[in-house]
């Protein structure tokens, strides 16, 4: 009965604000249509998209993250929407601090008081899906630290469950009765939506994710990011080092405070490149909100990153695909970037390259009458991924993930330097990258990964050699089998060959060199 009042609920709010056109605009009903106007008067005057979000907000907090995970689609859906859903805000009212420690207790199977020497019953922040309260606590040698505690909004799975299941219902109703149903795939989108908050409402995930980043980021010195202290951490209850900054947001404070702005912006890029392009491995809710800047004397001026429920992954595939994609652009080869997608497998084989060639330079061409600075690297893979919907590509979610991440940093890059030229930054180390990957120094990261298969694989070549020989053919598999080991043993033979030469290389050239220096005395 809750459910049907609920979907009653839901029905009534997109009929209030005037939603009808976006869900329904295919629907051959004429007295729906008469009804969503007659109780949507006062609203129709008003943008699409604002209708949309204000929607989400008045349906809750569920809703509202629905909206926000929406939002990275930018490849579904009319820029207008998009740029409108990005504006919602996860701001929800805090549960009671009682509800908040029952939870801590119940995880941790220890009572407050011998957990924490300290519990700040006020949050720090609240949100949808859970809220944060500082304390002080002591660690496995005695020694007090400040933290911050994440809790998980309690009933949150029974409600999401609840919604979720709505929101199939209504996935299924748009699908089936909108003219562009099956093109936005509204079905797959809340699929989607289904595992995003589910992994979310896993706080282990999210604290091993930034202990992994914390890792990854250790020699940059260009960002501060939180310990996870392990001992208190659970699937409803996770327990970090508290960090001291300053909301990047407050310009003019940081300003004050000595913070070199330009320099801040740069090292802004610079970090999302590396975590993309080195580690594939980034932090995919950088907005202003999670991330503050540190004004201790030890790390000034360093990036503080926060909220780790949103991590993007790239392959290398994944990888390789974006510089070349990125470094083609600039040199305006767009017979490179249509061979790329293809070469991808995102575009059916059969596709003309001269046909895509065209298309990818209509979208690109118009960004070179522009100064560098304001080319938007965001904006400019969003409309590739659009262009390609024509030609069948299925846009991969990280890359979308990537895309709305880029959009971010960009916009926090221009808030904080205006003059901030973002290819400058990011095309040395793109081709820096690019070096890497066919040079010497790959090679011999290669070599090391693959040295404990070879060393396993060397030693019994002979014995399998000598039992295929004794059985003949027997089996008709062997043959096969051998062959392979055959080449493996060829290939690493070279191997041993090139790397036996290189060495033999080296010393001649030391003996030389030696030669030569002992001549120069006499």
């Known amino acids: 009965m809750s459910r049907l009042f609920r979907g009653l609920y839901i029905v009534w709010i997109v009929l209030r604000y005037g939603l009808d056109e976006l869900v ?5 009903k004429p007295w729906l249509h008469w009804i969503a106007r007659a109780v949507s008067v006062g609203r129709r005057h008003e943008p699409r998209g604002q209708r949309l979000r204000e929607a989400l907000e008045q349906l809750g907090p569920i809703f509202v993250k629905f909206g926000q995970v929406l939002s990275t689609r930018r490849d579904l859906m009319p820029v207008d929407i998009a740029d409108e859903l990005a504006r919602l805000q996860d701001r929800v009212p805090p549960f009671p601090a009682a509800q908040a420690v029952a939870i801590i207790e119940r995880s941790l199977r220890r009572s407050l008081t011998e957990i924490f020497v300290s519990f700040d019953q006020v949050p720090i922040a609240s949100a949808s899906i859970a809220q944060v309260h500082f304390a002080v606590i002591k660690d496995r040698s005695g020694i007090e630290r400040e933290v911050a505690v994440k809790v998980l909004r309690p009933g949150m799975l029974s409600a999401i469950d609840s919604d979720l299941g709505l929101m199939r219902m209504m996935a299924g109703w748009v699908e089936g009765l909108s003219g562009d149903g099956k093109r936005l795939k509204p079905r797959e989108v809340v699929a989607e939506f289904d595992k995003y908050l589910h992994d979310e409402l896993d706080l282990i995930r999210e604290a091993s994710s930034a202990a992994q980043l914390r890792r990854n980021m250790e020699g940059l010195q260009l960002v ?11 699937t409803e209850v996770i327990v970090m080092e508290r960090m001291n ?12 405070a000595g913070v070199d702005i330009p320099k801040l912006a740069r090292d802004g890029v610079t970090l999302f490149f590396t975590q993309v392009f080195r580690d594939g491995f980034f932090h995919a809710d950088m907005h202003p909100g999670n991330i503050q800047v540190s004004l201790d004397p030890k790390t000034f001026g360093r990036y503080i990153s926060l909220d780790f429920g949103i991590v993007g992954t790239l392959t290398e595939v994944d990888k390789e695909y974006l510089a070349q994609n990125f470094v083609a652009f600039f040199r305006r080869d767009y017979k490179r970037v249509a061979e790329l997608h293809i070469e991808s497998g995102w575009v059916p084989p059969e596709t003309r390259v001269d046909e895509l060639e065209a298309a990818v330079r209509a979208v690109c061409e118009p960004y070179f009458d522009r100064p560098l600075k304001e080319i938007s690297l965001g904006l ?11 030609f069948q590509v299925e846009i991969q979610p990280q890359l979308v993930l990537l895309q709305k991440t880029l959009l971010n940093i960009e916009g926090l890059g221009r808030e904080l330097d205006p003059e901030l030229d973002l290819w400058s930054t990011a095309k040395p180390f793109l081709e820096k990258w690019m070096l890497e990957q066919v040079g010497p120094q790959k090679f011999f990261e ?13 030693p019994e070549l002979p014995m399998l050699v000598h039992n295929f020989l004794k059985r003949g053919h027997e089996v008709s598999g062997s043959e096969k089998l051998v062959a392979e080991l055959l080449l493996e043993q060829k290939r690493t033979n070279r191997m041993l060959q090139w790397m036996i030469g290189m060495g033999i290389g080296f010393a001649l050239g030391a003996v030389l060199m ?9």
């Open 446 to 458: 290669q070599l090391k990964s693959q040295a404990p298969h070879y060393a396993k694989l060397l």
């Open 24 to 28: 329904l605009s295919s629907f051959q």
């Open 245 to 256: 900054g300053v909301p990047i947001s407050q310009v003019e404070r940081l300003r004050s």
């Open 380 to 390: 400019l893979l969003m409309r590739l991924f659009q262009m390609s919907r024509r």
């Open 224 to 234: 501060l990011i939180p310990e996870m202290l392990w001992d208190f951490c659970t």
């Open 514 to 522: 030696l030669v030569w220096m002992r001549l120069r005395h006499f």
